[in-house]
């Protein structure tokens, strides 16, 4: 089959199920229309999901490690688990980003699997969502770091603000 028609194929299934559920989840979109994550991401509108180089994964978790407790998810076809917790500075070794400290969000990362970094502000099941997400070759998220939330359901102000910050500064980058 011809590549070119491959494409505008995933576009279309990819554009379809993005109009049926628009801020539903990403992932969950992707696979009623048979596509990555990455490719409903670049169909967003204008702004929502901004794309930065993978050569800048230590400014922006050095970033991030400041703001305080933030949500991490990790979203894989067997599990969404969702951490609160600051994010430890962390440290390469041994090929691995390392992140240990004070928090529940412990591990190691395989940062040379990171191919892009996606700062995603679009709506979520009728709220505003920030979000950035650490993107792998196969299109997927490796993780995602999100702006949390207060009692009432509103974005922390002080982590959107670092939020759009970091986005700014980053796409001008």
């Known amino acids: 089959m011809d590549k070119a028609v491959t494409s505008k194929e995933r576009a279309e299934r990819a554009l379809a199920a993005l109009a049926e559920k628009p801020d539903g989840v990403v992932e969950a979109i992707a696979a009623q229309a048979d596509v ?4 409903i991401l670049a169909l967003l509108p204008a702004g929502a999901s901004i794309l930065v180089p993978s050569e800048h994964f230590l400014a ?8 305080g407790d933030v949500l991490m998810i990790v979203h894989t ?3 969404v688990l969702e951490v609160e ?3 430890p500075q962390g440290s390469e070794g041994h090929g691995w980003f390392n992140i240990h400290g004070d928090s529940p969000i412990g591990g190691h990362i395989r940062k040379d699997r990171c191919v892009s970094i996606a700062f995603v502000d679009r709506g979520f099941h009728g709220r505003r969502s920030c979000s950035v997400w650490f ?12 702006v949390r939330r207060d009692a009432e359901k509103a974005l922390l102000s002080d982590q959107l603000q670092r939020f759009e910050a970091l986005r700014e500064k980053m796409a001008c980058a």
């Open 85 to 87: 917790g600051a994010l």
């Open 77 to 79: 076809d067997d599990i």
């Open 60 to 67: 922006i978790w050095q970033d991030m490690a400041s703001w």
């Open 135 to 146: 993107m792998n070759a196969d299109g997927r998220a490796m993780f995602k770091v999100f």
């Open 36 to 39: 990555s994550p990455a490719e």
